[in-house]
């Protein structure tokens, strides 16, 4: 495999870079303490062309590879986490998921809108009751004329309040169980859906995440996403783009705890000498070093290979995201105990990155979730 970025890869990783550590960075704890973003921040990010990286040059987006894509969540997610999980989902999970199950008219209606920021996508599988366990939800949406009629809830929708359309999974055949669930992409402004408050996050708070609820809401057949009754199948084909962004954001909240661990352990000094000097800190380092640069081939590998479409590569995508989801825990936990007090309190990012950490390991599968993929891959022949 060739390590080396290409010329337009680093391009736009540079470009990333600069936003992110310009723009980003210095409101990042900001938005953590207002525990929203602004809407005039989602629409600077849409001009720069950050929520159209996925989406075909036919449709006005920037047409990106994989690996492309991943290294600007990684940047974004260096400055402010919460913020690269807005332009993950619209990527991966909206754009991505109109793009290969849409149909013309609905290609044409949705993607050069999101592909300019104009509109912002929200994505929704989970619900109360229904996590790793996806096929066990309980919103219904069951045909009625020209509509589908939805009722239920769904849950930890990202970027809920900004959205203006939710890629939506309900049941359509309840008798059917995962057998009966469809896709459907649902307009903000539909009759009898209503959108809960912001939840109140351990972490990523700027990013806005809250729940749908249907009471007999309208949608119209023409919304149907893919073929009746196969939206599970869909669910789990979109499921590897998602992972790989949140795998990217994973490293890059493990690279700046560790920039910042670094940067202290030079300056900090106790007994005559600074911490860097010391042999327990050097070992610290020396591992964190050594696992971000192992989950970052991961990662690199693992975007590479999704563009490889002669077979899938789940396994090797679900590892890349269990092991740089664990790296950042690992990293952003050893980064607070060599501030010691000061990674404690909020004048150091490193307590932001501990806490935006934890959630790397449970949405888009869980650590658990991961295993299960990786095993039953390796166990199937």
């Not at 720069?48 to 075909?56: I, N, T, V």
């Not at 649902?186 to 990013?207: F, L, P, Q, W, Y």
């Not at 860097?276 to 975007?303: G, H, N, S």
């Amino acid at each position: 495999m060739d390590f080396n970025l290409s010329e337009d890869q680093e391009m736009m990783r540079e470009s990333a870079e600069e936003f992110a550590q310009k723009r980003l960075f210095p409101i990042a704890e900001e938005l953590d303490e207002k525990g929203a973003t602004p809407p005039e921040l989602l629409k600077e990010i849409g001009e720069l062309g950050y929520f159209g990286l996925m989406a075909p040059e036919e449709f006005g987006g920037l047409g990106t590879d994989t690996l492309s894509y991943a290294l600007v969540i990684e940047e974004i997610a260096k400055a402010c986490a919460g913020i690269s999980i807005a332009i993950s989902v619209h990527n991966s999970l909206v754009i991505k998921a109109i793009e290969k199950y849409g149909t013309d008219e609905q290609k044409q209606e949705y993607l050069p809108k999101l592909a300019a920021g104009e509109i912002i996508g929200a994505y929704s599988l989970s619900e109360p009751n229904s996590g790793t366990d996806a096929g066990s939800l309980s919103c219904q949406a069951i045909a009625d004329g020209d509509n589908y009629i939805f009722n239920g809830t769904k849950s930890w929708v990202s970027t809920a309040s900004h959205a203006s359309i939710f890629i939506v999974f309900a049941l359509s055949d309840p008798s059917l169980g995962p057998k009966g669930i469809s896709a459907f992409i649902v307009h903000k402004d539909t009759d009898g859906m209503s959108i809960g408050a912001n939840e109140k996050k351990m972490g990523m708070k700027c990013s806005d995440t809250r729940e749908l609820s249907f009471m007999d809401a309208k949608v119209p057949k023409a919304n149907l996403l893919g073929t009746e009754n196969k939206g599970f199948n869909i669910a789990l084909s979109l499921l590897d783009n998602g992972r790989i962004g949140i795998a990217a954001q994973s490293l890059g909240i493990a690279q700046s705890a560790f920039n910042e661990a670094l940067k202290y352990s030079k300056e900090r000094k106790q007994f005559g000498q600074p911490l860097a000097a010391f042999q327990a800190i050097q070992f610290k380092l020396a591992d964190m070093a050594t696992k971000i640069d192992a989950a970052r081939l991961m990662v690199y590998r693992a975007a590479v290979l999704k563009d490889l479409e002669e077979r899938k590569y789940s396994r090797q995508i679900s590892m890349a995201k269990l092991y740089a989801s664990e790296v950042a825990n690992f990293v952003a936990n050893e980064a607070v105990q060599i501030h010691g007090g000061y990674g404690y309190v909020k004048e150091y990012p490193v307590e932001r990155y501990f806490r935006d950490a934890r959630v790397t390991e449970i949405y888009e599968g869980t650590s658990e979730a991961q295993r299960m993929v990786i095993s039953r891959d390796l166990l199937k022949d």
